[in-house]
């Protein structure tokens, strides 16, 4: 082990680190925001958003998350969308993560006894009052730990977008290796860091998750 290849290289790393952080982060906003979305269209009365809902689960859940980010990349300035590295990187991990989200939004709602939104119509609530006041507090609980699984493989999948050429952890590591010849340290640290961010993550999901148990 060279002890000081690891500290001439460390700070490449937490800046590395940093861009890793900040492209999960995005990408994890991107994947809340359209995982709702879905989930209310795969939940809705309407049977053409319930199809537009379960095309969009089935196509992203169906194909790799790489091509996905090549397609947009790569394929999107043939249609008009010209994308740096890591917007389209960002956009394609949230968008891919959507599909798993949205599933476990839903399953936490349906997994709500059907009893309570009966029941609150019963005194007058409507469905969109009922679902905002009665029914999504009780499934928020059911949410934490699923969402918390999605956004710990979306942290691990970020590696994916250093093949075009986004400098996170990844695509450092792999730049690292050809200029010291030593893959063993460089991954080792590699390895490491995206422990110690997983870790952390899961740190707050379980401070979340005991915080939403206590107020409700």
Same mark, same amino acid.
């Given at each position: 082990m060279d002890v000081a290849l690891i500290v001439r290289v460390f700070p490449a790393f937490l800046q590395a680190a940093l861009t890793t952080v900040q492209i999960s982060v995005i990408?994890?906003?991107?994947?809340?925001t359209v995982a709702t979305l879905v989930a209310a269209a795969r939940m809705s009365d309407f049977r053409?958003?319930?199809?537009?809902?379960?095309?969009?689960v089935s196509v992203f859940r169906?194909?790799?998350?790489?091509i996905q980010i090549f397609l947009l990349y790569f394929g999107g300035p043939q249609v008009g969308i010209n994308l740096e590295? !890591?917007?389209? *990187?960002?956009?394609?991990?949230?968008l891919n993560i959507a599909a798993y989200m949205?599933?476990? /939004? %839903?399953?936490a709602i349906l997994a709500v006894d059907r009893g309570q939104m009966e029941a609150a119509?019963?005194?007058? !609530?409507?469905? *969109?009052?009922?679902?905002?006041?009665?029914?999504?507090?009780?499934?928020?609980?059911?949410? /934490? %730990?699923?969402?918390?699984?999605?956004?710990v493989a979306l942290v691990k999948g970020t590696a994916l977008v250093a093949t075009i050429s986004v400098v996170e952890l990844t695509y450092t590591a792999q730049r690292l290796i050809g200029s010291t010849y030593r893959p063993f340290e460089i991954f080792a640290v590699t390895a490491v860091l995206y422990m110690v961010m997983v870790y952390g993550l899961s740190l707050l999901i379980d401070r979340l998750d005991r915080a939403y148990a206590e107020k409700v």
């Open positions: 990408s994890l906003v991107i994947g809340l053409p958003a319930r199809a537009l809902g379960a095309a969009y169906g194909t790799p998350a790489l590295p !890591f917007a389209a *990187g960002a956009i394609a991990l949230g949205s599933e476990s /939004i %839903r399953g119509r019963s005194v007058g !609530f409507g469905r *969109g009052q009922s679902m905002r006041w009665i029914v999504l507090p009780q499934a928020a609980k059911l949410m /934490i %730990r699923p969402l918390g699984v999605n956004a």
